[in-house]
């Protein structure tokens, strides 16, 4: 590990457009060895005993903060939760008082999922503990964006010159954007397709990002689909018309997969809404990748959080 | 352990219907040696190190949460709660999703509570970690029911012959439900009693249990009362005119306990209405074993996770 | 440790007013070892394995909930989180029946936060594991003031004959309350100031304590100040005109900072409402301790979990 003297510690998680291609490519060894002890009958190692780690979330979430959690227990870590929903203080407090406030409890790194964007990198202003961003709005969700690079490695073997397809409301997500970081920084080609109400602009200029109006168009011999989760409030602002329509027109179905390659792979973060961006037999389907996803996104959080507390060697020798 | 090769290793706890008297009196049997642990000053084993269970609870709940939380912690096991208040995920994603987000996160128990019937059992359906059921709907508590057993072998020692009570809304009962099937499997009579409208009908016909309109009649030469606790959403449906009403005919008091026999053990699955299901005399009187069923509580549902993730073989020689 | 053959050990933190000098200094003593494990590389004993604590918390707190929560778990005990707003059992219930519900889980020290005053005290009666008052509405918020009391000696190596100045709303503070116990016991005199409505009257005739109608007054030649958090809440209940009124009249700002002692010590309990009761640049200013406060929080309540399970001896020994 820490190949080409790459080392991630101390490291904060904000984004995958800080990440070199090099880091990535260790976070992504690191996390096939705590995949590893996933699988094993007794799911433990020391290496971050005496470590702490707050979950810091002012949004609700479950998959992510357990992720993280059971992430952090399975390496010996004391895990936190501190969440908006169950706490008068927290939004009482300001953001910045909140922060200093862990800092001082002796924790070690803080995990953080935020409506506001940059609200990751404010706090690595604010504080010194490693901060791993969670998701600021819709800025970036770097952890997201590892575990769909892990999964593409785990079916692929490599990443270079293959053909991505991101469906559905890119404008808004920070799964998209943390993909298309990091599918670029390895040499695979993104396509974007969706409503147009629901496309970025700011991405029309570059290199290897292609807009399609129309999903088939995008899905001819795609390796890869991550199909993004629609937001049912995005309807309500009159950005598409129905979600009958909307399923009509984008739904990820049979009919349009078979527009990919025989071997796509297909990818969702979570939580689906079947039947409108995605239909039941897709995503049970053969070519479904969503459950390995999950188990992908704790080696991927374990990865991250050893790498950046403690170098990522002797991963099993600190008891 | 495990006489007459009886095992629990893997099995899913839906409701005690499908537990032969062996295996409840394995179950049982380890239940009295987690006990004895929780009497030590150094309460933990290292049993279930490197095993993560999670609380699924759909249904707000501290006492189960809690006691399972503690049973599983006792034993070394990481335990991640997850509950539908405090989550919006698991409320917006479907059950069989979550299921499978938990399954793919490598977690070896799920401990289920949710307001549906049969809910537990859907869960063994969809995913491979064992399920034990924490409360389905009206169907089945068998946690519960085994904690009220092994109360019940504290005190008496046996179960042969023995009659129990059941005093209330056991239509709505899931304590009732298991309660009848673990009683019935071990040899007592059960007898209910309560409001006709909170009477189940469909247990008219079985042996061994007799419905009573009067609960005077019922406690007659009683050895074991449990009484349930009364919803109070139960009355504003109109199954019952008034708490008052309630307390008056039904209220388990000093004068009706008299009825039973001297040593009679009243039982409440709590949370307590004092003053109307049951006075505060009789709730904290010499016959109550309320606070011990709470504790038994903890050893039933240790010796659950130890027999279906372990076996229950060397229990504290695995550190 | 347990000089003077003071101890500890089973003794239930209900509030200052009971504790003896010797009694308050072997906590500190305990706290500054305590805070040394927090700055260690890996801040893990094993003093409290085997021992459960419960946060027991009937009004809404992250803060201090956090900080007990971490103290025991760097003490390697297991910790639960009962919290009023998660759970509808603790509602409906009791407070003498959840607390005996506890105590029958086999819990070795209940942690709890309670709006009535006296609540604590009550919890001592019904049940035998020790009761850690951590707040009970006006009372006492023992913790607190210990924590004040540990950054004080930190700071200014003694207590004899300093003059600690509280700012705000004295009148209902629980932390003021023990902030008085406490350095009363030590030695210390105690000035009062903020508007008259928020001032207690009980207080007048005690040796030691002053009450100032002006702040300017109070804080002349100060050594440490405590700036109270103001609750919203008094104003709409008319006991001062508008924040901007309060800011003005009683707000600790630098102008009157300069009236205290060059090296006066500034505290707060947090959270602090900025730009009201105390400006951002006495907040993180030089002379702030309020971020120190928060560390010493943690040091405390390991302190005080350490001396009533164990006595104190042997902190890292018990493995």
Known sequence: ???????LRGKNILGLESFSPEEISLVLETAQ???NIIHRDIKKVPTLRGKSVVNLFYEPSTRTRTSFELAGKYLGADVINMTASTSSVVK???????????????????IMRHKAEGAAEYATKVVEPVILNAGDGAHAHPTQGLLDLFTIMQYKKKFQGLKAVIL???????????DIWGMRKMGMEVHLA????LMPRFLFEEPGIYIHDRIEEALENADVINCLRIQLERQKA????STREYARIFGLNDARLALAKKDVLVMHPGPMNKGLEISPYVAYGAHSAIQEQVQNGVAIRMALLILVL??????EANS
Do not use: Q, Y
């Not at 009482?92 to 803080?110: C, Q």
């Not at 969706?194 to 109400?197: A, S, V």
């Not at 009159?238 to 018309?241: K, N, R, S, T």
């Not at 403690?310 to 991963?315: S, V, Y």
């Open 1 to 7: 590990m820490g190949k080409n003297n790459v080392s």
């Open 33 to 35: 060895e705590m995949k």
């Open 92 to 110: 009482g407090e300001s953001l910045r008082d909140t922060l200093l406030t862990i800092e001082a409890m002796g924790v070690d790194a803080i």
């Open 168 to 178: 559905g409301d890119v404008l808004h997500s920070r799964v998209a954007r943390s």
């Open 194 to 197: 969706g409503p147009k109400t």
């Open 238 to 241: 009159g950005l598409f018309p």
């Open 310 to 315: 403690t170098g990522g060697k002797n991963i």
